[in-house]
């Protein structure tokens, strides 16, 4: 069994930057696509940003503020966001998919952690 916990969620300024982590822990043979999505009140749960082993994909909407990254010896995933605005107030959770020790592909989801933007 695969966990996440995610860390570094909170309440910003519109303009200010948090950091987000998420570390997986359990029978991880390989890791392969992470990533954050986030869902605002209201609103459809919405990609945030993805990262291969090779590539990175980000919403529009992030491109040019966020920054997504990994640790491969660490499991964890990074979503570094900067200049944040009212709109990116979410609850954000991230994703991994991964195979175990059977060689099946699967997804795991964090709990989520919530990001808070207002003055």
């Not at 982590?21 to 696509?33: D, K």
């Not at 609103?43 to 920054?67: C, H, M, P």
């Not at 995933?77 to 991964?98: G, R």
Request: charged residues 20%; proline residues 3%; hydrophobic residues 30%.
């Amino acid at each position: 069994q695969v966990q996440l916990v995610e860390s570094g969620g909170g309440l910003v300024q519109p303009g200010g930057s948090l950091r987000l982590s998420c570390a997986a822990s359990g029978s991880i043979r390989r890791l392969y696509t992470m990533g954050w999505y986030r869902q605002g009140p209201g609103k459809q749960r919405e990609l945030v940003a993805e990262i291969t082993t090779s590539n990175t994909n980000y919403a529009d909407s992030v491109k040019g503020r966020f920054t997504i990254s990994r640790d491969n010896a660490k499991n964890t995933v990074y979503l570094q966001m900067t200049t944040l605005k009212p709109e990116d107030a979410a609850v954000y959770y991230c994703m991994i998919h991964y195979s175990n020790y059977d060689y099946r592909s699967l997804e795991v989801w964090g709990q989520g952690t919530l990001v808070t933007v207002s003055s």
